[in-house]
């Protein structure tokens, strides 16, 4: 069993000041097999790459802040507490617009993000 304790990410430094940071959590070293999962800290200002996944489902859990999700085109304001359920093929991407940063836990199905993410141009 692995438990995560949203305590330690609330309190956690950003070890790359300034900038967007993203920790592995959930990964083969600690057991998955059909999961896997991050943390991240969205800088205030920062806007991530607008992509979709053929394959991935994702649950998002937001700990901290607010920002803007976009899907397929519409603006959905998220705050802390929120989750969000990505389905494939959704054209997603989080904007942070305020002046807070923006902390959340992600969760998704294989494949790696890598295998599957396509960008939109």
Known sequence: MKVFKVGDFLRMQNPTPGTTYRQDTLTGEIGAKELGGL??????GAQGEYH????????LFIISGAATELVDGVEHPITAGDILFIR????????NRTDQDLRFLEFFTHPPVAADKIAVT
């Open 52 to 59: 979709y996944h053929n394959q991935r489902e994702s649950l």
């Open 88 to 95: 494939p093929g959704e054209k997603h991407t989080i904007v």
């Open 39 to 44: 943390f991240g800290i969205m800088v205030a």
